[in-house]
T-cell receptor, first 115, second 114 residues
Framework: GAVVSQHPSRVICKSGTSVKIECRSLDFQATTMFWYRQFPKQSLMLMATSNEGSKATYEQGVEKDKFLINHASLTLSTLTVTSAHPEDSSFYIC???????????FGSGTRLTVV | GENVEQHPSTLSVQEGDSAVIKCTYSDSASNYFPWYKQELGKGPQLIIDIRSNVGEKKDQRIAVTLNKTAKHFSLHITETQPEDSAVYFCAASTGNNAGNMLTFGGGTRLMVKP
């Protein structure tokens, strides 16, 4: 079945630094990937839709200059959290929609802790 | 946009009993309804899904029903086991394109007591 690989699984960084999270589709091409953020005991909230070869579409309230998304190939999308602050600490999850049944496959998530 | 409501937020059952989780959606154009199981520290895993041209779907101990008229769908887990304990999310999506987003319900924390 379709597999989405996400790395790293957890990262601790100092306040003010940047962190990059990678999301790869291993056995299919993903023209679109989705990035979610999940706070403890809450649901997944869509942050942005990543489109291969074009600019990402951000949800209302998500700072595009803080959460940089690059989708340079059909198998890789990256999310960079710039100038991270403790309030950015969260669980970040990527997803892609697969053919032919167009189900959604999720990565294993990245636990970001900003200290 | 789409709004998905999920109930209950927590559910505790005895091992062997059934568990039912219900969701309602607002957008009549939604046509794909997956259910995900999420264990602590992991990404969501698809357990079953249903499309709008089907009223019910079953996979061993798990079943999903869809009522398009009422705009609600439900997850049924029979003969629950302790390993079924997790957080379950329903979701809804419109269209069949790769770019159509999923909208999630608030989640249900299921606890199966041995």
């Amino acid at each position: 079945g379709a597999v989405v690989s996400q790395h790293p699984s957890r990262v601790i960084c100092k306040s003010g630094t940047s962190v990059k999270i990678e999301c790869r589709s291993l056995d299919f091409q993903a023209t679109t990937m989705f990035w979610y953020r999940q706070f403890p005991k809450q649901s997944l909230m869509l942050m942005a839709t990543s489109n291969e070869g074009s600019k990402a579409t951000y949800e209302q309230g998500v700072e595009k200059d803080k959460f940089l998304i690059n989708h340079a190939s059909l198998t890789l999308s990256t999310l960079t959290v710039t100038s991270a602050h403790p309030e950015d600490s969260s669980f970040y999850i990527c997803s892609a929609r697969t053919a032919p049944n167009y189900g959604y496959t999720f990565g294993s998530g990245t636990r970001l802790t900003v200290v | 946009g789409e709004n998905v409501e999920q109930h209950p937020s927590t559910l505790s059952v005895q091992e062997g009993d059934s568990a039912v989780i219900k969701c309602t959606y607002s957008d009549s154009a939604s046509n794909y309804f997956p259910w995900y199981k999420q264990e602590l520290g992991k990404g969501p895993q698809l357990i079953i899904d249903i499309r709008s041209n089907v009223g019910e779907k079953k996979d061993q101990r798990i079943a999903v029903t869809l009522n398009k008229t009422a705009k609600h769908f439900s997850l049924h887990i029979t003969e629950t086991q302790p390993e079924d304990s997790a957080v379950y999310f329903c979701a809804a999506s419109t269209g069949n394109n790769a770019g159509n987003m999923l909208t999630f319900g608030g989640g249900t924390r299921l606890m199966v007591k041995p």
